[in-house]
């Protein structure tokens, strides 16, 4: 779980980042590696030589000096222990023993220290020539390092003071006692600092240069991914003649000539998903008005021709009655049915299509409508218009299209909705035409009802009847808070 | 002296039925039939008549522009629109262009012969089944309440939400125009709504225009 978040975390980060991060990483590695195994491997030589200089300088010490231990020449030796010191600047003491260990001679280039094993005897040791030995100077700095390596006629031993390592070599004197020469490493300390010094400085040129290179070449993956990228983008904001630029034919770049062929092809598509569309529009409205002329002319023939014939009939049976063959109430009875079929006539009319809509305009045939569904279906519609006569009528088309959808609204109220109150409000500015078709019933998801296109073909069909005006649709309804159609049309521009 | 009537209507088997139905009457007298405005209007230019029996759905030339253009020139004539429109608008724009009076083909025979007798003695004449309509039209919508308290007690913010909501906005629109939440909206809509004793948005669009709040944009 942590170590794939934690896997996660990483692959997230940028890709520059990735790529100077491993720069980095391996330069550093290979850095590190490097510097210690040189260092490591310029110890192990620069000590070798150095063990065999310092041996040699002991077995010349310790020929030199066989004569003047038997003779006990103490002047004679510490004027070769001063020869030595002087002659090799490395080193730092020098210990002559004789047969049983006694010093007959020494000289530090540090005063106060003595190696471990001498400090046991030191008391002879030190009464031997300093008269008054302070306690402060025989303290030892000098600690075994724990590494002693026998050659068969000499020892070596290893020392660490603050001053660095110090290497003994100590030789027999062939006939009885012991040279003892120690010196120290400050040459070749100095020599490797300097070899790791110039490493270190050739690694961080190193770095450098491979720090640019990696930038250089996350710039060269990561520009053409991020101008991918923002072709992409503008390709969902439908900019179909977007291109992606080719930077290079590597993947990168082929991913780039891929982008633009979809991109191509997207647009060929939405192309034909456009024309069929201007069909499909066409084709709508064609339907509806179609549709609305043959209505029209239904209602007319119904209310004109047939109600006036009706009419004639009427006439002609009152011309009848005079006449008086038959017994009054005959006549009354034909007139009153042919009164109701002329009713019925004039009713099937109007709701084919009111004649008032297209006498009088908008405003009036809804608020007949609303009237007479109200009085219908006993739910209290009320009817509110804003619509300054002053405004020359709405194209007729409009008018048909907001007396439709209101239909449809007013008639879904009377069927879904169980409401106490409905209104339906009209507003006409000079810039836009309002129509708001409200009630306080139970109220549905308007989402999940457009989600069932078979179950909402009355609210599509208005919302398409809508969009064919260039109007706009919006219903705002929750279940158990009443639901509100408003329909909105601009009425700039050619209509 | 007889009463000269010229019948115009486009349906001539409904004209032959009416001419025959009134000559019956001795003091009238058909002196004209013509089956469009047009021809009514050239009618009146060759002879004189009392009264016109005047249709107002017709292919050419309708009902009402027919009687606007007589009576611009022949202010005196006596126009009878007879039709099967029952509505108030019609009824009401006829008689404003200055109709005499208004009878629906289906009343009773009698009743046109009462008509046309009316307004040859100078009265007006409405079809009693439709003269209701001109009441109500007249006595119109009540206006809207005004005995709760009106504008005053409204807060600056209902006021505002008022105003939005009389002139079409939404409810989210509303919350989206004045950086409030949808529900908060609702709330005042309800609160506005109880205040001044409003069941609907009509009602609401009325009090808004009763109140002057509409006037301002
Ligand atoms: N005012 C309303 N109140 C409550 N529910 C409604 C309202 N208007 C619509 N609905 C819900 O939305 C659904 C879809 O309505 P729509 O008008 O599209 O179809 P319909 O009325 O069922 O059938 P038709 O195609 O005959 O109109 C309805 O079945 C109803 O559940
Ligand atoms: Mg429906």
């Known amino acids: ?495 | 002296m007889a009463i000269r009537i010229v019948i115009t209507d486009d349906h001539a088997v409904f004209r032959s039925g009416l001419r025959a139905l009134l000559e019956r009457e001795d003091d009238f007298e058909i002196v004209g039939e013509t089956g469009s405005g047009v021809d009514t209007i050239k009618l009146a230019e060759e002879m004189e008549f009392d009264i016109l029996l005047l249709d107002i759905s017709m292919p050419d030339l309708s009902g009402a522009r027919v009687a606007e253009a007589l009576l611009e020139k022949y202010p005196a004539l006596a126009i009878i629109i007879l039709t099967m429109h029952e509505h108030e608008h019609y009824l009401r724009e006829l008689l404003q262009i200055g109709a005499r009076g208004y009878v629906l083909k289906k009343s009773t025979g009698t009743e046109l012969v009462q008509a046309i007798r009316s307004v040859f003695r100078g009265d007006m004449y409405v079809d009693p089944s439709i003269a209701g309509l001109l009441v109500s039209s007249y006595v119109g919508k009540p206006a809207s309440k005004q005995e709760s308290g009106g504008l005053q007690c409204l807060t600056p913010r209902e006021k505002e939400i008022c105003r939005l909501l009389a002139l079409g906005f939404t409810n989210s629109e509303a919350a989206e125009k004045l950086f409030i939440s949808l529900r908060t909206v609702e709330a005042h809509r309800g609160n506005i709504m109880a205040k001044l004793d409003l069941k609907t948005r009509a009602e609401l669009v009325r009090f808004a225009i009763d109140n002057g709040l509409l006037r301002s944009d």
């Open chain 1, 1 to 495: 779980m942590i170590v794939t978040r934690i896997w996660e975390r990483i692959l997230s980060v940028p890709i520059y980042v990735k790529i100077l991060g491993i720069g980095i990483l391996v330069t550093f590695l290979f850095g590190a590696v490097s510097y210690y195994g040189i260092r490591a491997s310029m110890y192990r030589t620069h000590y070798g030589i150095h063990a065999e200089t310092v041996l040699s300088i002991a077995r010349s010490l310790s020929s030199r000096v066989g004569k003047l231990i038997e003779t006990g020449d103490a002047a004679a030796i510490t004027e070769e222990i001063a020869l030595v010191i002087r002659t090799f600047p490395d080193v730092r003491y020098v210990i002559i023993q004789g047969k049983d260990e006694q010093v007959l001679g020494h000289e530090f280039t540090f005063p106060t220290n003595i190696p471990a094993d001498l400090m046991l005897k030191q008391d002879a040791l030190c009464a031997s020539c300093h008269t008054n030995p302070e306690a402060g100077e025989l303290r030892s700095d000098l600690y075994a390092v724990p590494s002693e390596i026998v050659v068969p006629d000499a020892r070596f031993q290893l020392w660490s003071r603050p001053g660095g390592l110090i290497l003994e070599v100590a030789t027999p004197v062939p006939s009885g006692g012991t040279v003892r020469v120690g010196a120290g490493d400050t040459i070749i300390q100095r020599e490797i600092t300097a070899v790791s010094q110039s490493l270190l400085f050739s690694l961080g040129v190193c770095l450098v240069i491979g720090q640019t290179l990696a930038f250089g070449l996350a710039y060269a993956i990561v520009r053409p991914i991020q101008n991918l990228l923002q072709a992409t983008n503008r390709l969902r904001t439908a900019d179909f003649d977007t291109r992606a630029r080719v930077y290079s034919d590597d993947e990168i770049g082929r991913l780039a000539q891929a982008f633009n062929l979809l991109a191509g092809e997207l647009r060929t598509y939405r192309r034909e998903v456009e024309e069929k569309e201007k069909v499909r529009v066409s084709l709508i409205e064609r339907i509806v008005r179609v549709q609305e002329e043959e209505r029209k002319s239904v209602a007319r023939e119904l209310h004109d021709q047939l109600g006036q014939s009706l009419s004639s009939v009427l006439l002609s049976v009152q011309g009848l009655r005079r006449d008086g063959v038959l017994p009054e109430d005959r006549y009354s009875r034909v007139e009153d049915e042919v009164r109701g079929l002329i009713d019925q006539v004039r009713r099937l009319a109007w709701d084919i299509r009111p004649s008032v809509l297209d006498d009088y305009g908008l405003d009036s045939a809804l608020q007949r409508f609303v009237e007479d569904v109200s009085k219908r279906i006993g739910i209290p519609f009320d009817y509110q218009s804003v619509y300054p006569v002053e405004l020359e009528r709405l194209p007729n088309h409009i008018e048909v299209t907001l007396y439709r959808v209101a239909q449809e609204a007013i008639m879904n109220i009377v069927r879904h909705a169980e409401a106490h109150r409905a209104s339906v409000v009209l507003f006409r500015h000079s810039h836009e035409i309002i129509l708001i078709v409200e009630d306080d019933g139970r109220g549905f998801e308007a989402g999940l009802v457009f989600r069932d296109k078979d179950a909402a073909l009355g609210l599509l069909g208005m919302k398409e009847r809508v969009e064919l005006i260039r109007g706009e649709l919006t219903i705002e309804s929750e279940v158990g808070k009443g639901s509100a159609v408003r329909i909105k049309i601009p009425l700039t521009g050619e209509l």
